[in-house]
């Protein structure tokens, strides 16, 4: 079964070889305390930074999941009111996660075909403005123009960027905010349990004037233990060494986006003579470029499905409420180019 699931996902082919070679290596038992981690650690952060093109300046961080993540913002970078901008299902969640921490965070939801126009937000008292540059429940995206626009527009603000189903797929321009975070079984291809949190000078400042301490995992505390290479907790040392190895053999972004960006063209292209099934999101300025989401009669949707599952192709469920109305298909780097085309051969039949 070939999972084009927008995540947990198609995991790269040496994955076993890795966990095999991670066995034999004795990582699976590694002291997280011991130099040998800190080595991993250090080598894991260089390589994040090569191969995705983050400033040598900002600092990464290892968490579990991406909404940990959204956790560890509301905790330590916000002390009263944060403003989150969404179109769907992730950053809504994102937003009502945060309200139950800061119950003054403010909600700027918009139509998913629409562009985010900055001087409409109103972001003056706002702390940190909350983006999903990736909506993964509905394929829709945030360009970096407008998360520039954002910055240059409210300048006092932290800008987080929920970038969970496009890092390591899509080239970001990390200078246009300050925290990005995002878990690694999407666009990473590596199994799930860990996420990471790249933090921009500015964050940093801000999380020593804030001073949050209160939990395990306070940006303070983490950034401290970082400096050491070392995490609060008994980490994900598996899931580092795999992300390790996957960076150091991948191409560096610029050359992963090219790939990503022409699938998603030809992803596009497929779907636009469909009469029954049809792209999802119309606006070429805010459609995905790695969740492909498509619409059709519920009961053909479907129908679709489970033939697809039958085939060996496991397609991504509607998520929330475009459950019934919609099924989604990744377009992360682990796929290959035959296990596309095989999967458009068998979707042909169904498009018109
Ligand atoms: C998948 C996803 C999440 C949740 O990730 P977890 O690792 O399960 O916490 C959050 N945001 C977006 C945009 C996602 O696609």
């Excluded at 927008?6 to 290596?25: L, M, N, Q, T, W």
């Excluded at 981690?37 to 191969?51: G, N, P, R, W, Y």
């Excluded at 496991?314 to 296990?339: C, D, M, V, W």
Aim: proline share 4%; charged share 25%.
């Amino acid at each position: 079964m070939i999972s084009f699931y927008p995540g947990p996902s198609r995991v790269h082919d040496k994955i076993p070889k890795y966990v095999k070679d991670a066995c034999e290596k004795g990582l699976l038992s590694l002291n997280h305390r011991s130099d040998e981690f800190m080595d991993l650690c250090e080598k894991t952060v260089s390589l994040i930074k090569a191969k995705l093109n983050i400033p040598k300046t900002y600092t990464i961080l290892f968490t579990s999941s991406a909404t940990e993540c959204w956790e560890i913002i509301a905790q330590s970078l916000i002390k009263k009111e944060s403003l989150h901008l969404y179109n769907g299902g992730f950053g809504e969640k994102w937003f009502e996660y945060t309200k139950r921490i800061r119950p003054a965070s403010k909600a700027f939801p918009f139509d998913s075909e629409q562009e985010v126009n900055p001087k409409n937000i109103k972001a003056a008292k706002t702390e940190v403005i909350c983006i999903t540059q990736n909506e993964t429940s509905n394929g829709t995206q945030v360009s970096d123009e407008v998360i520039a626009s954002i910055q240059k527009t409210y300048t006092s603000a932290l800008i987080a960027v929920d970038a969970t189903s496009s890092m390591a797929g899509i080239a970001l321009n990390f200078n246009h905010a300050d925290i990005w975070f995002a878990s690694v079984q999407k666009c990473f291809g590596l199994p799930a349990g860990l996420a990471i949190m790249v933090c921009s000078p500015k964050a940093i400042e801000r999380i020593a004037t804030l001073k949050e301490n209160n939990h395990y995992n306070s940006l303070l505390f983490m950034t401290e233990m970082m400096k050491k290479r070392q995490t609060p907790y008994t980490p994900n040392v598996l899931g580092i060494y795999l992300l390790m190895r996957v960076l150091k053999d991948s191409r560096k972004i610029e050359a992963v986006y090219k790939k990503i960006n022409n699938r998603a063209k030809e992803w596009q292209d497929f779907f636009k003579e469909g009469k029954n099934l049809k792209l999802y999101i119309h606006n070429r300025n805010v459609i995905s470029q790695t969740v492909v989401t498509i619409t059709g009669n519920p009961q053909l949707l479907t129908k679709v499905k489970g033939d697809a599952k039958k085939n060996g192709f496991l397609l991504g469920e509607g998520y929330g409420k475009l459950k019934n109305e919609t099924f989604r298909i990744a377009n992360f780097p682990a796929l290959k180019k035959k296990e596309i085309s095989n999967l458009k051969i068998f979707l042909s039949s169904y498009l018109s």
